[in-house]
């Protein structure tokens, strides 16, 4: 049924716990694929040198550091796992892997690390569900 799964996490409590649903989802389906992406904010230009490098090395270590957090919590699934980390917007970057790598469900945590929350749901996740190409398996 869900033969290409993408995971996509931020960090977050409710994406952790996600990563350990869609794990779950890969041992009973046994995916062809199961896709790990992580995205972060792009940095703004006007900081300038050093601070810009300083800044977009930072942001990179950040999401490497979530993306092996996430592999840990996934754990041992029948298949391989691919990552992906991604700079721009959440959003935008989940449903683009989504589209590009032809995903059967998007599996995320209901709410993020986002400053902007909706009142039942992240607005990251509101913007994947209105616009993803596929179903999206939102984990609490």
Request: charged share 20%; with cysteine.
């Amino acid at each position: 049924m869900f033969d290409r799964i993408l995971l996509a996490v931020d960090g977050s409590e409710h994406a952790l716990h996600a990563a350990r649903k869609a794990a779950e989802l890969a041992r009973n389906m046994k995916p062809a694929e199961f896709r790990i992406v992580v995205s972060y904010d792009t940095i703004p230009m006007y900081l300038g040198e050093p601070n810009l490098q300083f800044a977009i090395d930072n942001r990179k270590s950040d999401a490497e550091a979530i993306l092996a957090r996430a592999v840990e919590e996934v754990g041992s699934i029948p298949c391989n796992i691919h990552t992906e980390l991604i700079e721009g917007n959440p959003a935008e970057a989940i449903i683009d892997v989504a589209t590009t790598r032809k995903s059967d469900v998007i599996v995320m945590g209901s709410r993020g690390l986002g400053t902007l929350a909706g009142l039942l749901l992240g607005s990251t996740s509101q913007k994947v569900v209105a616009h993803a190409p596929c179903p999206v398996l939102i984990v609490r």
